[in-house]
């Protein structure tokens, strides 16, 4: 029961921080531009990361709470990329083509994100059915 929970604990650890790595790299290739032409990689990533890490976690986790993680996670670094720090740095900004990116990327991973974190909560539990005859020895 023990090891269950310190397993189940390591694969949350590994999620949040795969989860949170993964939102700041997307967050800070929001301004990308090849020449005057913005490059979208940050939504693409944002879709496909929130698909891909919510359905391993869940995978390698058995766990629906620690599949949901990356999601959560993903939603509360992109928010505050939202909010003016002290200094007055924005890294996700409202305005012009750059603010255009940041909402389809906003949206966009919302529902990525909304559709994984369902589709495994709405996954049945399937439990493994013990083999043997459950008395301990060979019939």
Do not use: Q, Y
């Amino acid at each position: 029961m023990i090891a269950r929970i310190a397993v189940t604990t390591g694969w949350a650890v590994l999620a949040l921080a795969a989860a949170a790595w993964l939102a700041l790299v997307e967050v800070f290739w929001l301004p990308l531009k090849a020449g005057p032409v913005p490059v979208p990689l940050s939504v693409l990533g944002a879709v496909a990361g929130n698909l891909l890490l919510v359905r391993l976690a869940h995978r390698l986790s058995g766990s629906r709470a620690v599949a949901v993680l990356p999601a959560v996670v993903w939603l509360v670094v992109a928010l505050a990329a939202t909010v003016r720090r002290p200094e007055g740095d924005l890294v996700l900004i409202g305005t012009g083509v750059t603010g255009a990116v940041g909402l389809a990327f906003l949206g966009c991973g919302v529902v990525a994100a909304a559709f994984a974190a369902g589709r495994v909560l709405a996954t049945p539990t399937v439990r493994r059915a013990r083999s043997g005859s459950g008395t301990g020895g060979a019939r």
